[in-house]
C-alpha cells in the first residue's frame, strides 16, 4: 500500500527505497527465525538452543587483531548453512566451511580465522 501511495504521488526513488528497505527486513526475519528453531546437539546428546552470541565471542577472540574479516560477514554465510538440529562436530565444520567461503584474492585474512 505504501509503495503504491508513494508511486502515485510520482515519488519513484523513495518508493523503491521503501520496497528493497522491506525486501531486506523480511530476509533478516526469515534467518532471525531459522537461527531461533536451530539446536546444537552436544556429544552428550543433549539438545542446546543455538546461540549467535557464543559464535560471536568466539569469533571475537579469534579475529582479534584481523580488522579485515567483519562478524556481520561471516554471520550472513554462517545463516546460509544452519539447519534445525545440527550437532556439535557438524556446526565446527560449518563454522570452518563459512570462514573458508570468505577467502578471496582480495582478503586472505579469512584464512587466519578458518
Known amino acids: 500500500m505504501v509503495e503504491k501511495t508513494l508511486i502515485e504521488l510520482n515519488e519513484y ?3 523503491k ?8 527486513t523480511h530476509e533478516q526475519q526469515v534467518e532471525d527465525n531459522k537461527a531461533k528453531n536451530t ?17 560471536e565471542k568466539v569469533f571475537n577472540i579469534v579475529s ?21 538440529k545440527i550437532s556439535s562436530s557438524q556446526l565446527m565444520k560449518l563454522l570452518i566451511k563459512s570462514a573458508v567461503d570468505k577467502i578471496s584474492i582480495e582478503n586472505t585474512s579469512w584464512q587466519k580465522i578458518a
Do not use: H, M, T, W
Open 17 to 24: 527505497s521503501y520496497i528493497l528497505y522491506r525486501s531486506k
Open 39 to 55: 539446536y546444537v546437539i552436544k556429544k552428550n546428546g543433549k539438545e542446546e538452543k543455538f546461540n549467535f552470541k557464543k559464535i
Open 13 to 15: 526513488d523513495i518508493a
Open 64 to 84: 582479534k587483531d584481523i580488522q579485515e574479516c567483519s562478524y556481520e560477514e561471516f554471520k550472513k554465510e554462517v545463516e546460509k548453512y544452519l539447519i534445525p
